[in-house]
């Protein structure tokens, strides 16, 4: 079987770091928002501390992986994400990218708000809370449908190959890629 | 390919979902309220929002846990008789029942929240308060929280020592077997855990007031809020 590139280095560890923030994130933040999980868990000031500076340094590390990885084809990929377009991603796979950096800024801004909200009133607005909330639903929405893609549903799940390895086989690549792979 | 260049939505669309995002810290929660408002009558069909609304907080590493058989309410201090109450003594005096709505002061709502317990009128026919008593500290099994009302917040029409919620008594989570419920203060007021109430000279800041909140914690007028 031949393959191609896909996806760099770069992006690839760009890709896995986020998605492991994502979860710390998330398991941390269920366990802290779902009443039984709190009960269950307990130390609620233990996982709170794990979830901010989770948070922190999920954010951090995405920065530095731009900062130190392969800039100028991050800059080339995100040119590429402004059409919205088949292209090397697909046009649901520019929309997650796109949506999911959103989220995150947004998932920081409030989540700061929220942590020094509870210190200075200042920084301490009703619908904080409901953001930050709404934005765990619309992620989750997101992540449900990227993971039945990447995962289970047979056309599409060779994909996982490509943020894996970084190669996917040049067959696949021509029959779902047309417009980015022509040998 | 038709050879023209193709549109560049990709950056209105991140641009757009933050700027909705950040914007929404002015609507998000009139908006919420309205939707939740519509969804409630399916409440139960619909799984919309696992936590009905609670969350839990709570300041140590584990929540105080509930013997009836053990459990003592004291209440002393400024009185002429101190009072050590049992459960079971507890549930002997005269039961209220309210329907109040539950304000946290991070933007959080609980509506229509059904309350069963005492009033403090009725403690303090037991205990008799003596004329320098002004204040009252709740202390929590849940060290170190506690904190304090006036006599004249105290003595507010809604306000009660609540052991039951919504027809049940009062879960774990919820502050079992005790918990002070005051509807017009945001939620850190209402103490959880109940294990002591103290008659004192005056009202002191309680735990969340000594890391900055406001004493007096009325919902809309307080903590930076103004509705």
Redesign the interface.
């Known amino acids: 079987m031949s393959w191609v590139r896909r996806f760099s280095r770069t992006e690839r560890t760009l890709h896995w770091v986020n998605a492991a923030g994502f979860f710390l994130l998330l398991v941390t933040g269920l366990i802290l928002y779902l009443p039984r999980l709190s009960i269950l868990v307990g130390r609620r000031p233990t996982v709170k501390d794990i979830h901010f500076w989770g948070g922190v340094g999920w954010i951090a590390a995405l920065v530095l992986v731009a900062l130190l990885g392969d800039r100028r084809g991050l800059l080339r990929t995100a040119r590429d994400l402004e059409r919205l377009q088949p292209s090397r991603l697909n046009v649901g796979q520019k929309i997650n990218a796109i949506l999911t950096a959103a989220f995150a800024l947004l998932f920081l801004a409030s989540g700061l708000l929220l942590h020094f909200g509870e210190q200075d009133t200042r920084f301490r607005w009703a619908s904080t809370v409901v953001l930050h909330d709404g934005l765990l639903y619309a992620s989750l929405v997101l992540l449900t449908g990227h993971l039945y893609l990447a995962l289970i549903h047979p056309a599409t799940r060779h994909s996982l190959r490509g943020m894996t390895t970084g190669k996917v086989s040049e067959d696949w690549a021509r029959r779902h890629y047309p417009r980015w792979f022509q040998p | 390919?038709d050879g023209s260049e193709?549109?560049?939505?990709?950056?209105g669309?991140?641009l757009a979902?933050?700027a909705a995002?950040?914007t929404?810290?002015?609507?998000?929660?009139p908006v919420?309220s309205r939707v939740s408002a519509a969804l409630s009558p399916a409440e139960g069909l619909i799984p919309f929002v696992?936590?009905s609304g609670?969350?839990?907080?709570?300041?140590?590493?584990?929540?105080p846990s509930f013997d009836p058989a053990t459990w003592r309410l004291n209440v002393g201090g400024l009185v002429e008789e101190e009072l050590v109450l049992s459960h079971r003594e507890l549930l002997a005096l005269p039961r209220v029942t309210q329907v109040s709505d539950f304000h946290c002061?991070?933007?959080?709502t609980v509506k229509d929240v059904h309350w069963t317990g005492v009033r403090i009128t009725d403690i303090f026919a037991k205990v008799k308060p003596t004329p320098e008593a002004n204040g009252l500290q709740f202390v929590s099994a849940e060290k170190p929280y506690l904190d304090y009302l006036t006599m004249e917040q105290a003595l507010l029409h809604d306000v009660m020592l609540a052991y039951a919620m919504n027809g049940e008594p009062l879960a774990?989570?919820h502050g079992a077997p005790l918990r002070l419920v005051i509807p017009e203060m945001y939620g850190y007021k209402n103490v959880k855990w109940l294990s002591q109430i103290n008659l004192v000279p005056e009202a002191q800041p309680g735990y969340w007031e000594y890391?900055?909140y406001d004493r007096d914690a009325w919902v809309g007028r307080s903590?930076?809020?103004h509705s």
Do not use: C, D, H, Q
């Not at chain 2, 193709?6 to 950056?11: A, D, Q």
């Not at chain 2, 929404?24 to 929660?29: D, F, I, V």
């Open positions: 390919m193709p549109k560049r939505y990709g950056r669309l991140f979902t933050v995002g950040l929404s810290l002015a609507w998000g929660k919420w696992p936590t609670w969350r839990i907080y709570t300041v140590s590493g584990s929540m002061v991070t933007g959080w774990r989570e890391l900055g903590n930076g809020y």
